[in-house]
Each structure stands twice: as structure tokens, then as C-alpha cells.
């Protein structure tokens, strides 16, 4: 027998080394999940959309990591308190006023951040806007003004911010939504939004993972922050809020915003590609991946059952004026508790 041959009945000689490369890889893997992890101890991070609700709530979260957080919002008195809610637990902050559908300002912006605080090293695109009611009442002006906010803003400022994120190697979140891969009715404008934004996110994670620059993109489900209240709703507005805003607060259909906010700033230390949070959107995305056309059907059994067209029409009211019996209630008392907690309420 040749040396090295195989005996009748013994297994492979391959196995043993595809273990030991099995092995390797696992190690290689190991340690690079490592070097990508980040600490954010005396770093600057960048948030839009800060003043309120899941942005505020991160921004906390990267404060308690030892951060200094720049803060981004269109609400001046907004944005003041939740300055002097992030100073109150001892959190550096900027706070500046910006409208992220402005390009200009937005780039002046930046530039000011990197000027008195020399950064940004982590950017999170929060900002966004959401309006609620069926297709019949949503005008061309909605979805533009979606995009503008929820697609362009973080467009604007990632682009303004990657000199800086190449430089320092840093990391870009990119809140997105469950409604990014699951077109939700009486959500079209931010359902198409949040789509134009998931492959804005995917494709920048491909381009600059060259520079070191680690992107992550985020798609919750409802989360309990609190937002309904300024929400803008359409048709049957208080009919609207009633569905939005119970759903938004109940437990096992919403989750926990303070949660989902230590798991936003953990991926991004990590590095992760992305997360969807909450059982709900990790089932409504995989129903979506695996039978896209029963998904569509069944989407269209909930469309039927949501609120008419009728109502107030084309025209908007907030969620904080689309009061009833049912919401504020017992049923809503989850999501009113995060709207005082999160900023939300005025």
C-alpha cells in the first residue's frame, strides 16, 4: 500500500483537516468580531432626530457608554429638554436645531459638530416622519415629504458626515423599520421611504466596509416610545390613532423602546450588519421572505378591516388632538407612560 493511502475502513483523512480549518475559521471570525467591536468611551455621536422618543433614548444609551452625543431636531423647545435631560445625567450635548431635509443646513451642521466636539465618530439617522390614514387620502405632497425626511435626511448627512467616519473608522446607524420590508397599509408614504432607505443602507454597508466604516441597519417593530402623539393621521383620524396607538403600547405587539435602544447601540459596537426587533417584525419578515404573495394577501384582509377614507379627508391631525374612549385608556397606558418619559409630551 502506498504510504499515505487510506486503510479499508478508515474514515477520510480530509476530516481532520477540514476540522482544524473549520476551527481557524471560527478563531479568524472570533477575533475579527473583536477588533470591529467599538468603544465609545470620548467618542461623538451624531443623532437626528434626538429630541424625542427612540432618538432621545439612544442618545442616552451612548451618553451612559460614555459618549458625548450631538443632537439633532426641527422642534426647538423639544430639543431644549432633552438638553437638560442628557446633562442632567451628566452627558455632554450639543443640541442644534435642523431640518435633515435641508441639505445645506445639515452640511453647516455637521461642520459644527466637528468643530466643538471633533467629530462625529458614530452617525445615527433617527429623524423621521409618519403619517397614517388609507392611500385615498395621501397626497403627492405626502410621499415627498416622507422621502424628504425619512430617505434624503439620512442621505444629507451621511454624506456630510463621511469624511469624518472615514478618518476615525467610525460606524453609521440607519433606523429603518419593519415597514422597510413589509408594505403596511394606511403606511404608504413611510412604508416607501423606509424601503428607499434599506437599500441606501445596504449598499453604503457594501462600499465603505473598504474604509472601515461599519454600517447597521435597524428595523423595529412598534416600540413603546410614546411617538403616536406626534404622529400625523388622515381620514378618520381618531379611528387611526385608536388602532396606532393601542398597538404601539401593548405588550408581546410592541416592545420596549429602552430595550431596543441597548440593542441599537450594542450592533453598532458590534459592528452587525442588521437587526430587526420584536418578535412581530421577525415574523413579518421572514412570512415576507418566504411567501411574498400570502403576506400581500394577508395584508389585504387587514387593509379591509382598518379605518375608511372618509372623515377629515386629505387633511392632517395630530395624534395628540385624535383623542377618543379608547385612546388614551387603560389600553394605551404603556405607551402614554414612554411619551413622558421619552419627550413626547409637551
Not at 422642534?75 to 450639543?94: H, K, M, Q, S, Y
Not at 392611500?135 to 415629504?145: A, I, P, S
Request: charged content about 25%; some cysteine.
Amino acid at each position: 500500500m502506498e504510504r499515505g493511502a487510506s486503510e479499508p475502513g478508515s474514515r477520510p483523512s480530509v476530516l481532520p483537516v477540514a476540522a482544524a480549518a473549520l476551527g481557524l475559521a471560527t478563531v479568524a471570525g472570533a477575533v475579527a468580531r473583536r477588533r470591529r467591536a467599538g468603544d465609545f468611551r470620548g467618542r461623538t455621536v451624531l443623532v437626528t432626530g434626538g429630541s424625542r422618543g427612540l432618538g432621545l433614548l439612544l442618545a442616552r444609551e451612548f451618553g451612559r457608554r460614555g459618549a458625548r452625543v450631538a443632537i439633532f431636531g426641527r422642534d426647538p423647545a423639544a430639543l431644549a429638554r432633552a438638553r437638560r435631560d442628557l446633562e442632567r445625567r451628566g452627558i455632554v450635548t450639543l443640541a442644534v436645531p435642523c431640518d435633515v431635509g435641508d441639505r445645506g443646513a445639515v452640511e453647516r451642521l455637521v461642520d459644527e459638530v466637528g468643530r466643538r466636539l471633533g467629530g462625529p465618530d458614530v452617525l445615527v439617522n433617527n429623524a423621521g416622519i409618519i403619517t397614517v390614514g388609507p392611500l385615498e387620502t395621501m397626497t403627492r405632497e405626502d410621499f415627498e415629504e416622507a422621502l424628504r425626511i425619512n430617505f434624503w435626511g439620512a442621505v444629507h448627512a451621511t454624506l456630510a458626515a463621511l469624511p469624518w467616519l472615514r478618518r476615525r473608522r467610525g460606524r453609521i446607524v440607519n433606523i429603518a423599520s419593519i415597514g422597510a420590508k413589509v408594505g403596511v397599509p394606511h403606511l404608504v408614504p413611510y412604508s416607501a421611504s423606509k424601503f428607499a432607505l434599506l437599500g441606501f443602507s445596504a449598499g453604503l454597508r457594501a462600499e465603505l466596509a473598504r474604509d472601515g466604516v461599519l454600517v447597521t441597519t435597524v428595523c423595529p417593530g412598534l416600540m413603546r416610545t410614546g411617538s403616536p402623539r406626534n404622529a400625523a393621521f388622515k381620514g378618520r383620524h381618531r379611528a387611526e390613532y385608536a388602532w396606532f396607538s393601542i398597538s404601539d403600547a401593548l405588550p408581546f405587539v410592541s416592545m420596549d423602546a429602552s430595550r431596543a435602544a441597548r440593542r441599537i447601540v450594542e450592533a453598532c459596537r458590534r459592528g452587525t450588519a442588521e437587526i430587526t426587533l420584536g418578535v412581530p417584525a421577525k415574523l413579518a419578515a421572514r412570512l415576507q421572505g418566504l411567501w411574498p404573495g400570502l403576506t400581500a394577501d394577508l395584508l389585504g384582509v387587514i387593509n379591509r378591516l382598518l379605518p375608511a377614507a372618509d372623515g377629515i379627508g386629505a387633511r392632517e391631525a395630530r395624534g395628540a388632538d385624535s383623542g377618543s374612549a379608547l385612546s388614551p385608556s387603560w389600553l394605551t397606558v404603556l405607551g402614554d407612560r414612554a411619551a413622558a418619559r421619552n419627550n413626547e409630551v409637551a
